[in-house]
């Protein structure tokens, strides 16, 4: 893994902008990649389409992932994301406007790490990045998955 990578799955230029500016200040962030919708986003993660070629040994540390996205939505990434050997312990944060527990509780049900709802003020915002960053990404351990699986 990446040590202090984010895959930013946002397809909201705003919320995407406010993202990557809140993240800019962040010692323990180092880069963020962005895309802008769930195949995108399962490109990037398995080196296929655009991405083809590129070494997914190499893999951010965090994935934030909206769960409204064009192309494939982001109950259907994260299926993907814990099918797969090689992305299934990735920490993966659903963000989302929504309030529906129906969407909590499929994400959770699918294996996400975390759910987040987007504040909308924009200091909230900027406030909840940096503490995500700051968890998964200095706080919380993953598993070296260099190393055999457990069992």
Same mark, same amino acid.
């Given at each position: 893994?990446?040590?202090?990578?984010?895959?930013?799955?946002?397809?909201?230029?705003?919320?995407?902008?406010? &993202?990557?500016? &809140?993240? *800019?200040? =962040?010692?323990?962030?180092?880069?963020?990649? %962005? %895309?802008? /919708?769930?195949?995108?986003?399962?490109?990037?993660?398995?080196?296929?389409?655009?991405?083809?070629?590129? /070494?997914?040994?190499?893999?951010?540390?965090?994935?934030?992932?909206?769960?409204?996205?064009?192309?494939?939505?982001?109950?259907?990434?994260?299926?993907?994301?814990?099918?797969?050997?090689?992305? *299934?312990?990735?920490?993966?944060?659903?963000?989302?406007?929504?309030?529906?527990?129906?969407?909590?509780?499929?994400?959770?049900?699918?294996?996400?790490?975390?759910?987040?709802?987007?504040?909308?003020?924009? /200091?909230?915002?900027?406030? &909840?990045?940096? /503490?995500?960053?700051?968890?998964?990404?200095? =706080?919380?351990?993953?598993?070296?998955?260099?190393?055999? &699986?457990?069992?």
């Amino acid at each position: 893994m990446q040590e202090n990578t984010i895959l930013l799955v946002e397809d909201n230029p705003d919320d995407e902008a406010l &993202a990557l500016r &809140a993240f *800019r200040n =962040i010692e323990y962030v180092s880069n963020v990649i %962005v %895309v802008r /919708d769930g195949a995108e986003a399962l490109d990037y993660l398995f080196g296929t389409g655009q991405y083809e070629g590129r /070494d997914t040994r190499q893999q951010p540390r965090l994935i934030l992932l909206d769960m409204k996205l064009p192309k494939l939505n982001g109950l259907d990434v994260l299926r993907r994301v814990r099918q797969d050997d090689r992305t *299934r312990f990735h920490p993966v944060v659903l963000m989302t406007s929504s309030r529906q527990e129906s969407d909590i509780m499929a994400g959770y049900s699918l294996g996400a790490n975390s759910y987040i709802q987007k504040p909308v003020n924009f /200091d909230e915002f900027v406030e &909840a990045m940096r /503490d995500l960053a700051r968890y998964w990404m200095k =706080i919380n351990r993953t598993p070296n998955l260099a190393l055999p &699986a457990y069992g």
